[in-house]
């Protein structure tokens, strides 16, 4: 019914940036939140950020002084903004869409983000 498309996903030395793109089609309910999930190693898989269909906007208190994150191309594509990248940063980073009015969670397949110090 729904598909994800990701793309930014690489390797950087720490201070460096990336920016993380989303893509979803299909048969998209009108009311839903798309944003980024990460997983590390050993970790389990914690909100990065999120942005509703409405425009409002969530990061994590761990990441908000560096990330920024957005919906674009008619809140469709949500694109995640990383500056001044750290190595705790490197993780498998997961879009993720979820429909508000539907028992209903779709996933990317995730995009591997290492960061050297």
């Known amino acids: 019914q729904v598909h994800l498309v990701e793309s930014g996903g690489g390797l950087v030395q720490a201070g460096g940036s990336l920016r993380l793109s989303c893509t979803a089609s299909?048969?998209?309910?009108?009311?839903?939140?798309l944003g980024w999930y990460r997983q590390a190693p050993g970790q389990q898989r914690e909100l990065v950020a999120v942005v509703t269909s409405r425009g409002r906007a969530t990061v994590a208190d761990s990441v908000k002084d560096r990330f920024t994150v957005s919906r674009n191309n008619n809140m469709k594509t949500v694109e995640l903004q990383m500056n001044n990248l750290k190595p705790e940063d490197t993780a498998v980073y997961y879009c993720?869409?979820?429909?508000?009015?539907?028992?209903?969670?779709?996933w990317g397949q995730g995009t591997q983000v290492t960061v050297s110090s």
């Open positions: 993720n869409l979820r429909f508000e009015r539907a028992e209903k969670i779709w």
């Open positions: 299909g048969n998209l309910q009108r009311a839903n939140n």
